[in-house]
């Protein structure tokens, strides 16, 4: 080192660039399989909603009623009982 001047950063080029690559193509790697693994959770869940008795939107509009009946029932009784 010459008088006045700071240490000098030197970076292996060839390792840099190797871990580049590695890095693109794991993320590559790890789109594709977060595509494949939705992919098959979706027509997973497709027939198993296909195998259902009652479909699940009509289980939601029987539950949605029978929350919105105690809620009315809840609020008659609060209000006989003040």
Do not use: C, Y
Not at 34 to 45: D, K, M, P, R, Y
């Amino acid at each position: 080192m010459t008088a006045g001047s700071g240490p000098v950063f030197v970076v292996n080029r060839g390792a840099l660039v190797t871990g580049v690559a590695l890095v693109s193509v794991g993320g590559l790697l790890l789109t594709a399989g977060a595509a494949i693994t939705t992919v098959a959770l979706l027509q997973a869940t497709r027939r198993w909603a296909a195998q259902l008795d009652t479909p699940p939107s009509e289980v939601a509009k029987r539950q949605l009623a029978h929350a919105r009946a105690a809620t009315s029932a809840g609020v008659n009784a609060w209000r006989s009982a003040s």
